[in-house]
Structures are given as structure tokens and as C-alpha cells.
């Protein structure tokens, strides 16, 4: 039995979560449920938008399943990634048949160090008008992402590791970065590239097919992973999974969505394919690779959302997979 911590959080977190549930109770496999509340509501409640309840039932659970949080989230989701160590962000951006996008045969796995960079916090007001953010890049977690997106590329049979980073411009932090994946990149039979970020961001518009396995530091990684889900049809289709040596945060890439939250228009694609993320994490393969099918089929047959062209709404499209679970 794994124990799997429910965080639905805000907006249209709350909506996709119901269709992750949805999904897995029609799996049925040997998972134990734990609800918790995390986010701006969180912080209405109870004064602090990450509880201390929360967190201490999160460090008993095998996962965390999340949805999404609103103007909180550097103090959610972003600390819990902290806390819990879960060093690697695993973003895969895949085309899917029958969605308009900027391009076809995309297939890109971003992965993002998750434990330092700017995201670490560390920002003063140093006088009144001049402020200052601290970027913090080690040797340590730098290896072990590199580790990690060469590791992820020789399991799954990838081609190539890029990675993209500033170090023209941020000598030390980059420079560090980009040193230490050439280092790495040694013990591996994988081609190996960089770029620089912004050069990246263009190409990765104008001819995607060229990356494959992506690595970067967070930042980097939070932006670039928006932009890559972009040129396959959006957000609402993007899953991720935060994984560390002892836990594991799964979640759609995007966030609440105040701008569609309570019309129940929500894609639930990006958190389903979340969930497949984890099935495959604790080994349900099988289950995982079924309800990717099952998700495909429901998108080529055009039975989506809106922000895809179709006409359902969340809760439509959700019973739509799930139909096509059985075939
Ligand atoms: P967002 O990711 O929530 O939305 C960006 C755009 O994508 C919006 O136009 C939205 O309607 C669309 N979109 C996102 N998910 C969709 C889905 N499943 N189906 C259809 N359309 C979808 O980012 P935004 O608007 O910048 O931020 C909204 C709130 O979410 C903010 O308060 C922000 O702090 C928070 N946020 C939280 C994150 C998290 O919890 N991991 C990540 C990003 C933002
Ligand atoms: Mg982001």
C-alpha cells in the first residue's frame, strides 16, 4: 500500500484533482488517500499557506499528488520541493495527434534541478529602491541532476542530453553548471550539447526537434518548460514529476488558472498524465502506459476542452478517457 498525500490547492488545482481521482479509483490499485490543504485558501484558514499539519502528513506519505497553488505557490510548492529534497523536475513536452500546434513531432524531457539557483529565496532590500537575489549553484546538486537527465536518457533510449544555461554572462553559477555536465557527460555513451538560454528559447520555437533530453538549472527550467508545452498545444497538457531519493511530487506544470478557475473548463489532460507519471513511478507501468493511450485516443477523436478546440468540459473530457480506458 503507498500512501499518497492529495493536495488539490487552488483555482483550477482543485478542478483537475477531481478528474485525477476520478481516473485512479476506476484503476483501482493498492493506494491510501490522505487529504490535505495547501495554498492561498490554506492561508486564509489557517494563517500560514503551507501548514504545519500539512507538511508533517506529507513527510509520513511514499508521494505527494498536487494540483496546483495561486499567488502562494513559491511558498508551497515550490518549499515542499525543498523540503523534501525532490532534487530532479522531470517535464516531458510530447506532441499529440489531432492537436493544432506549432509543430508536430515534438518530444522533449526537461529536467530541472529543483533544490537551489534564484528559487532558493534568498532576497534582501538592501535600501530603500535597491534590492538583491542571491543564485546559489553547487557542485553537488549540479552533478546529480546532470546524473539524473543522462540516467533518464540511457533508460529510455534517448539520443542526446543538452544543456542550456548563461554562462557567457553568469561565469561563476553557469560556468560551474556548464563544466560540470561535460565532467559528467564522460561516463556516458550520449551525445552531449549546450546552449545558451536564450539562444535556446528561440530554437526551441523554430525547430524543436532538435532537443531531446533538456538540462538545466531551475529557473531556467521553470521558463523554458512553459515555453516547450507551448509549442505542443499548452499547458493543460503538460504533466510533471518532482523526484528525489525518499519522495516524489507529481503535478501539472501549470498553475491555478484563476483566468478559467470555476467554469469547469479546465484541461484535465496535464494532471491525468500526471498521475500516469507516478503510476509508472511505483512501478504500475502497465496501468500508466493504458491510461496514456487512453488519453491520446480521447484527444485525436477531439473529444477536449476548449483550450484545445473541443467543446467539453472538464468533467466531460475526464469521463471521455475514462471510457477509453476499457478498449
Ligand atoms: P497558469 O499556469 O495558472 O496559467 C497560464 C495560462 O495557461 C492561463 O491562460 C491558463 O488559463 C492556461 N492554463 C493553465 N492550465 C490550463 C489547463 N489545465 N487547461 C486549460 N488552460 C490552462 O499561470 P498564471 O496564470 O501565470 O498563474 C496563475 C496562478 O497560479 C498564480 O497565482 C501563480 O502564482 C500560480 N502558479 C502556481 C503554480 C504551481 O502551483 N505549480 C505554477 C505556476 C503558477
Ligand atoms: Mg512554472
Not at 301 to 327: H, Q, R, S, V, W
Request: with cysteine.
Amino acid at each position: 500500500m503507498k500512501r499518497i498525500a492529495v493536495i488539490p490547492g487552488d483555482g483550477i488545482g482543485k478542478e483537475v484533482m477531481d478528474s485525477a481521482m476520478m481516473v485512479l479509483e476506476c484503476l483501482d490499485l493498492p493506494f491510501e488517500y490522505t487529504w490535505l490543504e495547501a495554498g492561498d485558501a490554506a492561508l486564509e484558514k489557517f494563517g500560514k499557506a503551507l501548514p504545519d499539519e500539512t507538511l508533517e502528513e506529507v513527510r509520513k506519505s511514499d508521494a505527494v499528488l498536487f494540483g496546483a497553488a495561486g499567488e502562494t505557490a513559491a511558498d508551497v510548492i515550490v518549499r515542499l520541493r525543498m523540503e523534501l529534497d525532490t532534487f530532479a523536475n522531470v517535464r516531458p513536452a510530447k506532441s499529440f495527434e489531432g492537436v493544432k500546434a506549432l509543430h508536430d513531432n515534438v518530444d522533449i524531457v526537461i529536467v530541472r534541478e529543483n533544490t537551489e539557483c534564484l528559487y532558493k529565496g534568498f532576497e534582501f532590500e538592501i535600501e530603500k529602491g535597491v534590492t538583491q537575489a542571491l543564485r546559489i549553484i553547487t557542485r553537488k546538486a549540479s552533478e546529480r541532476i546532470v546524473r539524473y537527465a543522462f540516467e533518464l536518457a540511457k533508460r529510455e533510449g534517448r539520443r542526446k542530453v543538452t544543456a542550456l544555461h548563461k554562462a557567457n554572462v553568469m561565469r561563476k553559477t553557469c560556468g560551474l553548471f556548464k563544466d560540470v555536465f561535460y565532467e559528467v557527460a564522460k561516463n556516458y555513451e550520449i551525445q552531449a550539447d549546450d546552449y545558451y538560454i536564450d539562444a535556446a528559447c528561440m530554437y526551441m520555437v523554430m525547430k524543436p526537434q532538435i532537443f531531446d533530453v533538456v538540462v538545466t538549472t531551475n529557473m531556467f527550467g521553470d521558463i523554458v518548460s512553459d515555453l516547450a508545452a507551448g509549442i505542443v498545444g499548452g499547458l493543460g497538457l503538460a504533466p510533471s514529476a518532482n523526484v528525489g531519493e525518499r519522495y516524489a511530487i507529481f503535478e501539472p506544470v501549470h498553475g491555478a488558472a484563476f483566468d478559467i478557475a470555476g467554469k469547469g473548463i479546465a484541461n484535465p489532460t496535464a494532471m491525468i498524465l500526471t498521475v500516469c507519471m507516478m503510476l509508472k513511478h511505483f512501478g504500475y507501468v502497465e496501468a500508466g502506459k493504458k491510461l496514456e493511450r487512453a488519453v491520446e485516443r480521447t484527444i485525436s477523436a477531439g473529444k477536449t476542452t476548449p483550450d484545445l478546440g473541443g467543446n467539453l468540459k472538464t468533467e466531460e473530457m475526464t469521463n471521455e478517457i475514462i471510457k477509453n480506458l476499457d478498449l
